[in-house]
């Protein structure tokens, strides 16, 4: 048996307009789940959504919960967030044109009191803002 992941499902329709036509065209191309094949493999599917389960469902006590935990693991240093970049406020459209090019290897961070260092274009890669983690290193101007 194998796992099949969906995450983002907002990234299935790219492009700047999302209309009905790129749904339509997305949809197509998604592959097709045939429930009785699944029956006969022993095979089953599973969602989940935190909005549905925070808001819908109000279960803000179980993500409470599960944040305090996870703080508590970042405390004791057993487990360690990758960061692409930091941006300041000003840099948003930068940023997240950034995120939208799929160029981000980790989290992009927006920081409030960081000011904007200089002109940057979604192509930069701000070597000055990746994690001190040794897990990744920033990429070279070949990979840009």
Known sequence: MGK????????IVTGETRSFLSYAKSWWQVDKINPIKLYEENKSIAGFNLLNLVFEQG???????????LIQMYNQNKIKPII?????????????????????IGKIILNPNQERRR???HND?????????SDISPPTSSEK
């Open 59 to 69: 279960r803000h006590d179980l993500l409470s919960h599960v944040m305090a935990e």
């Open 4 to 11: 099949y992941v969906l995450y983002g499902s907002s990234n």
């Open 84 to 104: 692409d970049s930091t941006w300041a406020f000003e840099e948003i459209t930068d940023a997240m044109q950034r995120m939208h090019d799929h160029k981000n």
């Open 125 to 133: 890669i701000r070597r000055d803002s990746y994690s001190q983690s």
């Open 119 to 121: 002109q940057s274009c």
